[in-house]
């Protein structure tokens, strides 16, 4: 996925992994939601660092990302998907030419300094900011998938997901008083967008937010906010072709909010890109 940085915007590696169709028809004004979910008193639910919850994050993801709910078969893909970003890869789409990929192999390479991705580090070095395989080809993808079978590899890409993705989502979603849903909301748009410092980037989004809509934090309705932030993220995702079909959005994120559901709980219903998944 996107390096936290100034760097443009880069994607997460795409459902499909291929440039999608531009994006599904206008979003509708901010519909009336259940009140028997939406209105009543707030519990103290898990949030989405709850290993459960967490567990539904990535399968969501994984829905959007790889069109499967199986995350944990992620660890070894690799794909150059033709959009600029060099190769994407594992469970969250680490890319070569935008710095988290090379993040991810030289903490590999510090805890295991005889892995066979680590002769890749000089051309990591010199493909970042590009999407040139200069030095990766032929034996990168090979190699990668190898290097999936390692235990260690597999902790190391967790470990990268949350430091750079998962954990600053989570904490600033709550400190912007969101419930489970609106983590994930933040989660999925740093996954794909960063939070560098373009228009696109997570935190460009969020100000955008902003100015529409207070977060409960702020003692603003949660609800409001969140149809803010997502006609934000919606807006981001148009700016490049790679992300203008907005299904992730509309017709999964969108439809749990209209539910009520804040705490995203089970059963889940949601398309991604005109599939259907389920979670029960």
Known sequence: MRHPSPDPARPSGPSRRTVLAMA???LAAVPLISPSRATATPVRAAGLDDPAKKD??????SSAENSSLD???QYQYIEDIGDGRGYTAGIIGFCSGTGDMLDLVERYTDRGPGNVLARYLPALREVDGSDSHEGLDPGFPGDWRRAARDPEFRRAQDHERDRVYFGPAVRRAKAD???????FAYYDAIVMHGDGGDSASFGS???RALGRARPPARGGDEVTYLHAFLDARVWAMRQEEAHSDTSRVDTA???FLREGNLDLDPPLDWHVYGDAYHIG
């Open 24 to 26: 599904c028809a206008s």
């Open 56 to 61: 539904i994050a990535m399968r969501l993801v």
């Open 71 to 73: 995350w944990k078969a």
């Open 177 to 183: 008083g969101l419930r489970t849903l609106g983590q």
């Open 205 to 207: 989004i969020r100000d």
């Open 253 to 255: 994120q969108r439809v």
